[in-house]
């Protein structure tokens, strides 16, 4: 079969190597690339401007609902994370311990750890007992209330097997932790944060998510309740893209974070916390890109269009790039998602063929070459990133020009719908075990390591009847449809036959 | 004397105990705290944003001259730090170290490291050495420089004395590192840079500062010459506020960063780079701070104005709330700097003397009381943070929104004019070492740490004589003029008599 395949930008592609066509479009797309230090990634300029972009909207959405940013240490006495016993016993097994607090002369040479601390420190790999602490001190009485907070911070979780952007031992993310008079309102807010993941994944990175909770065994270590919107990859499985955690009152209790009522009594706050990550960038990848490399969704691209000029005769050079400069002039006066596109222009002195390619493999959503015979005609030569790349159209510059915003929408929305549709292909209500196990049994000829998807099934509620999901199909429950918002529809289990209120979507994950 | 003192906002005053002030200023203008971890701080919300718009501001401007963002590992591995030789022993002594991967049950009860790490990680005080392994790898040939390459991340020098943002374990900041072809052109990007902090200094914060070179004992280590810009703070020390380095091949050459040169010859690159830090918010504060708290030079004022209701009978609630709304809109349409104006309404319901001195001690440029006699009158009680607490102005309304724009500029301007009268004040030509010995030497009256200034005296460039200013005066130079600017004033050194090429800045420092 391969012979008969067009070559691609990316080697291996999708279907031969899933694993290894991530790294290398990760890679090969200048997001990001392993560094010297275990676990730890260097994020490119061109994968940090993409962050930069997920960041600032989220931020703004953040905003908007009543939080407000603040910094908090870096480091977690260890006597801190003990003080929540679920929570420590969560972390403490893959945690970046600090027990030195300098260098000096080793007797066999080099330095050596010394200035050893009274205390070890951990890094923090989530702030919920660092930030309490803090928020014991702030809060006295109801007047005090509610604290939205949220950080944009680096945290670090010793993963053993690492996966750029995926998994790694130091991420960048963001964590609200919130802090509220009532149950009900601490509830009403776990709730808010997952519909404002919800409308970040889908409207801005064009990924479909489904919203839902965890079951107890999936949990957050320490929170009552995790909400989690998770996403379904190319590859079929399930990602979880970010969660939100009611934490009723158990880090209020461990942190001490009690407040006088409106009644005069001393009572417990109740908190939560919420958080995604550059883990998000990892979904986009697998949402979006192809055997040819990344595709950036336009709403968060670092460049909406590059323009490339093609100059085959160095007299040609002076003429082509004032031509390409009003074009670019032209297109950043026009807007896009509120604000003006965003354009480069690679002059670089670098064969064409090969730049384009760069670009392809960046994911850029518009592709412009200007070349001679284009500007001639007033004309340029565009490529849709989400189309196949020699699907080029020459059009005239205006016509180009005004029409960009709508294009980009294009682009968009089309992404979506892709990612959508696929996600429906391989959705499947799943009525017994058996449906269950086949489903996620690979059947000849398929693709190894590429099968199954999301069942739909009906589950008891049973710790037991999830062990056997988890035990002997490698399946996980991702997400269990919020009652709260209305979802039942009642079945029995598909291991025990024992009453069930919904369907839940089993996966295989990440 | 104290007795016929109006009352302050601050305990204690500037001239009562300065280095108390400081913190209280922090605490009280809602900027910072100290954290249960020994060293690190909480920033708070109103002191937080006051960094995001830092960070903006100097974010624009790196990307105006050419910069991008990336993100690189917050560990280095020892043997890294140890490569550049001056550089480890700069930073060995006061480092954070990562020893072990895991916590797991101790004989004796709780939690100890477990997992103990081949090679310890260092949390980076500075990304010089992990970065320049990674640039070792990006650059192959001329035609890969220049790097420039900015990063925002948060540092941990381990300081056994801390003072809230200025001197703190944990510290956040930007570390730009760029590497290029020739040695003019790295030196001609520690200037550039240099140029940027100075522009930022006193356009942004009003902060006028003193760009100029470090003498060699007072480098950065590793680097071969380090610019900065130093600014006097209101007990007469001298701030240094920012700093650039020329880097020359030191790092290259340690980190093996190398390149094919136009000739073809495998050649070290030249690299530099330059930081600033939340320190800055220690700067803005020992500049602008007054007995009352904070004041915020309004182009990074988180608010530029604060609307305070002041409703006496709850009757009046709906009405006044109404105007005020209706002001705070017509406000938000007018434009400071370039962006809409900011504009906060703080309704609560607390007592309105109290309120409007939390806006003080915040700092806000302006707070405007709307009670029923101002709305009676279509005005508003207007007050500027720059001028005494009681000097309030009563404004119809309009009038205030159509000039709100040029009243900011006014106090942007009137802080930077203040600081630098102040600055001028203190600042004098010194020619004996016994004058310079006076000058910094409190005379009878004078309050109890505050002395001295800047003293602008002739040294001839050896150390003996930096050592003996140092040893016998506990004064420093701070800032030597470079002479590639045309600085060049000759005289004779004020310990010596030797030549000198020009006057020096000699200070006591933070």
Redesign the interface.
């Known amino acids: 079969m391969a012979e008969n395949r067009r070559k691609t930008a990316i080697t291996p592609t999708r279907e031969d190597d899933y694993a290894e066509w991530y790294q290398q479009v990760v890679r090969q797309g200048d997001l990001a690339?392993t560094?010297?230090?275990r676990g730890?990634?260097?994020?490119?300029?061109w994968g940090?401007?993409l962050?930069?972009n997920i960041r600032d909207r989220l931020d703004a959405m953040f905003k908007e609902t009543g939080h407000?940013?603040?910094?908090?240490?870096?480091?977690?006495?260890?006597s801190?994370?003990?003080k929540e016993a679920e929570h420590?016993e969560g972390f403490?097994?893959?945690?970046?311990?600090?027990?030195?607090?300098?260098?000096?002369a080793s007797p066999e040479g080099?330095?050596?750890?010394a200035?050893e601390l009274e205390e070890?420190?951990?890094?923090r790999p989530t702030s919920e007992t660092?930030i309490g602490?803090?928020y014991a001190r702030w809060v006295q009485s109801y007047r005090d209330l509610p604290i939205l907070?949220n950080q944009w911070?680096?945290v670090?979780r010793?993963e053993l097997r690492t996966r750029l952007f995926l998994r790694t031992a130091?991420f960048?993310w963001q964590e609200g932790h919130t802090v509220h008079e009532t149950e009900a309102e601490a509830w009403e807010e776990t709730v808010r944060m997952l519909n404002v993941y919800q409308t970040f994944a889908e409207s801005f990175m064009a990924m479909p998510v489904i919203a839902g909770e965890k079951t107890a065994g999936e949990r957050f270590p320490g929170a009552v309740r995790t909400l989690c919107i998770e996403s379904m990859m190319q590859d079929r499985k399930a990602l979880q893209a970010g969660t939100s955690h009611f934490l009723g009152q158990n880090f209020a209790r461990s942190s001490g974070i009690t407040y006088q009522s409106r009644e005069g009594r001393e009572e417990f706050a109740w908190t939560t916390s919420w958080g995604v990550s550059t883990r998000l960038i990892g979904g986009l990848i697998m949402t979006h890109a192809d055997d040819d490399g990344m595709v950036m969704p336009p709403r968060l691209a670092p460049a909406h269009a590059v323009l490339l000029p093609i100059i085959r005769r160095d007299s040609d050079r002076e003429r082509i790039m004032a031509y390409v400069h009003k074009v670019a002039a032209a297109l950043r006066q026009e807007r896009f998602d509120g604000a003006p596109v965003r354009v480069e222009i690679d002059d670089r002195e670098v064969n064409a063929g090969e730049k384009g390619w760069e670009w392809v493999r960046r994911g850029v959503p518009l592709r412009v070459e200007i070349g001679p015979r284009d500007m001639e005609k007033d004309a340029v030569f565009v490529a849709r990133r989400d189309r196949g790349p020699k699907e080029k159209t020459s059009l005239p510059w205006k016509q180009f020009v005004q029409n960009v915003g709508s294009e980009l929408e294009d682009i968009q929305s089309s992404l979506f719908e892709r990612a959508l549709d696929r996600r429906e292909r391989h959705t499947r209500e799943v009525d017994t075990f058996s449906q269950l196990e086949s489903f996620f049994t690979p059947v000849d000829g398929a693709r190894p390591g590429i099968h199954g998807g999301f069942a739909r099934a009906h589950w008891c509620g049973r710790e037991e009847c999830e062990k056997r999901i988890n035990d002997e199909l490698s399946v996980t429950i991702r997400s269990v449809p919020l009652e709260e918002e209305g979802f039942t529809e009642p079945g029995k289990c598909i291991c025990c036959g024992n009453e069930s209120r919904t369907r839940v979507v089993m996966a295989k994950s990440y």
Chains 1, 2 share one sequence.
């Open positions: 690339e560094s010297p230090v730890c990634m260097v994020i490119r300029p940090y401007a962050w930069e407000r940013n603040a910094y908090f240490p870096l480091f977690i006495p260890k801190y994370l003990e420590v403490a097994k893959e945690c970046a311990v600090v027990t030195h607090h300098r260098l000096e080099g330095l050596q750890p200035g070890p420190l951990v890094v660092i602490a803090t907070i911070a680096n670090v010793w130091e960048l």
